[in-house]
């Protein structure tokens, strides 16, 4: 720099005559070059000594260097860069996706330039001390949305992020001939490109993605998630056939199983409909189409004792596309399935993107992986769960020493409540974690403060409304989509059909409404079941917990209102009639209400509500909420609403209208009606109607002692139940022209029957006898019999005096074992 530059050109330019404290701002501007610029001996900028020294030689300006250093800091003049703003300088760097990999010139907001050799320095330090992190529980696991459909869901969630801080100017060298090859990245971009890679790598291993990705550019971005993406893919995958069918998925399986299509040759042990040349119109073909409107369900049978016929390990030749053709294993793997997952992304054989080109330190992942001996046991359980592989649940959680703090980490029940699949394995997952560890008070609420019952809640209004996730929790945004919507909780889809993944990559991160049906038989089952599974436990949560759905606060006070879980209930069946699909009946909500009921639940029980906050038309000068029951919150929609209804909703929602009226009076009755403050303990020494239960004998106390707990009832609320359950394990909707429920269960007979129009429930399940229930001996309606000792899921010919059943369409029908969580209960005993 030319030193002319900063002489004074005359003697108004020295601001002699000015008060000496004035000076300092007239001449800010050149103290100001000099202290920054490249003035000094032999081109380096100069000191504070060097610059009084200047200003009083050419400016007869006379200052301390105390004084220079006291109007520097007061005017935020420095040469030294903040390690905050060399991080930033860093991060902007690497957001900018550019084919030329010179370093840009990196101008502050006070004229500063950066100083290239500082910021190597800088770096290099930085990679020296970088410490390899510890993956979080579910890092791995939780990329289910390629990155189409990631953007839409959260909707532009990384708009902005690239834009330059606003004290930054990054000036990027001119651009080279179009058609040259870009030389190599400079040095200093090198290093730029190794530290962002392993600032990311913590980033990912921490499991804070939104910062992650907002910290990439849009390239990165893209090449990240759909890395991640089709290992979600391949281990989900891997985790739902695990024990059966091919040991070893390449990407070229999985690409044949999940999108029809190879990539390349097909493995010679693995049979195909269609050869590569007409995969691509089959895959446009899938995408234009929607799944059935009929569903898949669960029959359970009860357990037989055998012996199989083992079978010689030979070649095996598997229809890709049929997984139902697929033998179990003879042999187990070598591997357990966390450690499968392991050596997979360990090895990159889940995908055809090489590591050198992922915008994280793979290294850093692979070094992460290795030193912790655990690492990926906590996914593999979330992705068995998610996959509904109950007997892999199963066996992770029995073969691997986890505490129960692990397992809160990653709410399993929670999870399976999201993934719930009514279609192929009903309550299975959930019976395989009550088994292998109890679902203990401290598993209810999980980290968005909903309730193992939210979850199934959610999973009902995903599945058969069309009500948007920001409607029903906060928490669900962003992104605006419900948990679980990769899997039909009936079974018609899953996250590795080819429906869906082409969907996901089209960009659409939600279900469509038209892939959706009224709240089926099939899922009214898997959700029953898995509060059965859930609410019977000796230690289990508290039936009456707060939900943590459909939460207001009162606008004048701030009281936060929460809603009892028969409230929600109650929300749910609304928005199945006002939101729901076209041939819904409510008999879904009402077999969940009674099934509560059975197990404990209280309808009398008040909760704090504001009906206006609901609405949407509550003020903010008052206070309008007021403690009442679930009955009451049902009461207060319009009736005008009601009346635009179908008559078969407008009938069901009277039904579960008496049945909560005859439900809060037969508590006033017993003396159950408990204030939300009460235990539930209080209500030992109160006394009680007594009605006969056939499970009185069998076992010492009962399940309505002291063990279980399990709530008496009257004679009309176990008939109720009885029927329920006996519909629910005889009838689904086999052809389209098939009503969603059969002509054996009446929903208008109900209502006559609970509105005492008619004395008796004149339905042709109770008129022609087709149930083993006995009026005289059952207090609760819980159908099994002596023969066997699981009172809570029997089998349809335990409860039928006839086979009436019609749900013998193998193709579509899963077979499972009777689950027996009293057999559970009393060996722990």
């Given at each position: 720099m030319d030193i002319s530059e900063v002489l004074p050109c005359d003697d108004g330019a020295k601001f002699i005559h000015v008060p000496y404290e004035e000076r300092w701002k007239h001449l800010k501007p050149v103290i100001t070059q000099l202290y920054m610029g490249k003035y000094g001996p032999n081109g380096k900028s100069m000191t504070i000594g060097?610059?009084?020294?200047?200003?009083?030689?050419?400016?007869?300006?006379?200052?301390?260097?105390?004084?220079?250093?006291?109007?520097?800091?007061?005017?935020?003049?420095?040469?030294?860069?903040?390690?905050?703003?060399?991080?930033?300088?860093?991060?902007a760097l690497g957001r900018r996706d550019r084919d030329d990999g010179r370093t840009p010139n990196v101008m502050l907001g006070d004229g500063k330039e950066l100083d290239k050799k500082q910021l190597k320095r800088h770096l290099?330090?930085?990679?020296?001390?970088?410490?390899?992190?510890?993956?979080?529980?579910?890092?791995?696991?939780?990329?289910?949305?390629?990155?189409?459909?990631?953007?839409?869901?959260?909707?532009?969630?990384?708009?902005?992020?690239?834009?330059?801080?606003?004290?930054?100017?990054?000036?990027?060298?001119?651009?080279?001939?179009?058609?040259?090859?870009?030389?190599?990245?400079?040095?200093?971009?090198?290093?730029?490109?190794?530290?962002?890679?392993?600032d990311r790598s913590?980033?990912?291993?921490?499991?804070?993605?939104?910062?992650?990705?907002?910290?990439?550019?849009?390239?990165?971005?893209?090449?990240?998630?759909?890395?991640?993406?089709?290992?979600?893919?391949?281990?989900?995958?891997?985790?739902?056939?695990?024990?059966?069918?091919?040991?070893?998925?390449?990407?070229?399986?999985?690409?044949?199983?999940?999108?029809?299509?190879?990539?390349?040759?097909?493995?010679?042990?693995?049979?195909?409909?269609?050869?590569?040349?007409?995969?691509?119109?089959?895959?446009?073909?899938?995408?234009?189409?929607?799944?059935?409107?009929?569903?898949?369900?669960?029959?359970?049978?009860?357990?037989?004792?055998?012996?199989?016929?083992?079978?010689?390990?030979?070649?095996?030749?598997?229809?890709?596309?049929?997984?139902?053709?697929?033998?179990?294993?003879?042999?187990?793997?070598?591997?357990?399935?966390?450690?499968?997952?392991?050596?997979?992304?360990?090895?990159?054989?889940?995908?055809?993107?090489?590591?050198?080109?992922?915008?994280?330190?793979?290294?850093?992942?692979?070094q992460s992986l290795r030193q912790d001996p655990e690492a990926l046991i906590l996914d593999a359980l979330r992705m068995a769960i998610m996959a509904g592989n109950s007997d892999a649940v199963f066996d992770i959680i029995e073969e691997n020493d986890l505490v129960t703090e692990d397992f809160v980490s990653i709410h399993p029940f929670h999870l399976a409540?999201?993934?719930?699949?009514?279609?192929?394995?009903?309550?299975?997952?959930?019976?395989?974690?009550?088994?292998?560890?109890?679902?203990?008070?401290?598993?209810?609420?999980?980290?968005?403060?909903?309730?193992?019952l939210d979850s199934l809640m959610v999973s009902i209004l995903r599945s058969h409304t069309t009500l948007g996730p920001e409607h029903v929790s906060k928490a669900f945004q962003p992104p605006n989509r419900y948990p679980g919507e990769e899997k039909d909780i009936c079974g018609r889809w899953d996250a590795d059909s080819p429906l869906v993944r082409s969907l996901f990559r089209r960009g659409h991160a939600r279900v469509p409404t038209q892939w959706k049906h009224p709240f089926c038989h099939s899922s009214v089952q898997g959700v029953c079941h898995s509060i059965i599974a859930i609410f019977v436990p000796t230690l289990r949560p508290d039936i009456n917990f707060p939900s943590g759905l459909f939460t207001r606060r009162c606008g004048h006070c701030g009281l936060e209102l929460k809603l009892g879980p028969i409230h929600t209930l109650v929300a749910v069946a609304f928005y199945l009639a006002q939101l729901g699909m076209p041939g819904e009946t409510l008999f879904g909500p009402l077999a969940v209400l009674v099934c509560l009921l059975r197990l404990g639940a209280r309808a009398s029980l008040s909760a704090m509500v504001s009906v206006d906050a609901i609405l949407g038309n509550a003020e903010t000068d008052t206070c309008n909420h007021n403690p009442i029951d679930a009955s009451d919150l049902l009461q207060t929609v319009p009736g005008a609403i009601v009346a635009g209804w179908t008559p078969t909703c407008q009938?069901?929602?009277?039904?579960?209208?008496?049945?909560?009226?005859?439900?809060?009076?037969?508590?006033?009755?017993?003396?159950?009606?408990?204030?939300?403050?009460?235990?539930?303990?209080?209500?030992?020494?109160?006394?009680?109607?007594?009605?006969?239960?056939?499970?009185?004998?069998?076992?010492?106390?009962?399940?309505?002692?002291?063990?279980?707990?399990?709530?008496?009832?009257?004679?009309?609320?176990s008939l109720l139940w009885a029927t329920i359950q006996t519909e629910l394990l005889t009838y689904r909707k086999v052809r389209p022209s098939?009503?969603?429920?059969?002509?054996?269960?009446?929903?208008?007979?109900?209502?006559?029957?609970?509105?005492?129009?008619?004395?008796?429930?004149?339905?042709?399940?109770?008129?022609?006898?087709?149930?083993?229930?006995?009026?005289?001996?059952?207090?609760?309606?819980?159908?099994?019999?002596?023969?066997?000792?699981?009172?809570?899921?029997?089998?349809?010919?335990?409860?039928?005096?006839?086979?009436?059943?019609?749900?013998?369409?193998?193709?579509?029908?899963?077979?499972?074992?009777?689950?027996?969580?009293?057999?559970?209960?009393?060996?722990?005993?």
């Open positions: 060097q610059v009084a020294s200047f200003m009083k030689e050419n400016y007869s300006f006379h200052g301390a260097e105390t004084q220079y250093r006291r109007w520097f800091r007061e005017w935020g003049i420095r040469k030294r860069i903040l390690m905050t703003e060399k991080k930033e300088i860093v991060s290099k330090d930085e990679i020296r001390r970088f410490e390899v992190q510890v993956a979080t529980p579910g890092v791995f696991t939780s990329w289910n949305l390629p990155y189409a459909a990631l953007a839409k869901a959260h909707g532009a969630p990384f708009e902005g992020v690239e834009a330059t801080l606003g004290y930054l100017r990054i000036h990027s060298p001119e651009a080279r001939t179009p058609g040259r090859n870009s030389p190599p990245p400079s040095p200093t971009m090198q290093l730029v490109q190794r530290k962002l890679a392993q913590s980033l990912m291993l921490q499991g804070r993605f939104q910062e992650l990705l907002a910290g990439c550019g849009e390239g990165a971005r893209v090449t990240l998630t759909n890395y991640f993406h089709e290992f979600y893919v391949h281990s989900f995958v891997t985790a739902k056939y695990w024990g059966r069918g091919p040991k070893n998925w390449t990407p070229d399986l999985v690409s044949a199983l999940t999108l029809r299509e190879f990539s390349v040759s097909p493995s010679p042990t693995i049979a195909h409909r269609s050869s590569p040349s007409t995969s691509a119109p089959q895959a446009v073909e899938h995408e234009r189409d929607n799944p059935t409107q009929l569903c898949k369900w669960v029959i359970h049978v009860r357990r037989v004792n055998y012996s199989p016929i083992p079978e010689p390990e030979s070649e095996q030749m598997f229809d890709i596309q049929n997984p139902n053709s697929w033998t179990p294993w003879q042999q187990p793997m070598d591997l357990s399935l966390a450690d499968s997952m392991k050596e997979s992304m360990l090895e990159n054989t889940f995908s055809a993107t090489p590591k050198s080109s992922l915008p994280i330190s793979a290294e850093s992942i692979s409540a999201a993934f719930l699949d009514g279609g192929n394995n009903c309550c299975a997952t959930f019976s395989a974690l009550v088994m292998a560890m109890n679902p203990e008070p401290r598993f209810n609420v999980d980290d968005l403060g909903h309730t193992i009938s069901g929602w009277k039904c579960i209208a008496e049945i909560l009226l005859t439900a809060r009076q037969e508590e006033a009755n017993l003396g159950r009606e408990v204030a939300p403050e009460e235990d539930e303990d209080d209500l030992e020494d109160v006394d009680q109607p007594y009605y006969p239960c056939p499970f009185d004998d069998e076992f010492d106390g009962g399940i309505h002692g002291e063990w279980l707990r399990i709530p008496r009832g009257t004679p009309k609320s098939d009503p969603w429920i059969s002509d054996n269960f009446s929903m208008d007979a109900l209502r006559a029957w609970l509105m005492r129009e008619k004395e008796l429930f004149a339905t042709p399940l109770v008129e022609e006898g087709l149930m083993r229930w006995d009026h005289d001996s059952s207090c609760c309606g819980w159908l099994s019999q002596s023969e066997s000792s699981e009172p809570f899921m029997p089998v349809a010919e335990q409860v039928c005096t006839s086979h009436f059943m019609n749900m013998d369409v193998y193709e579509r029908a899963t077979f499972l074992p009777q689950p027996n969580h009293f057999e559970f209960e009393i060996e722990c005993d």
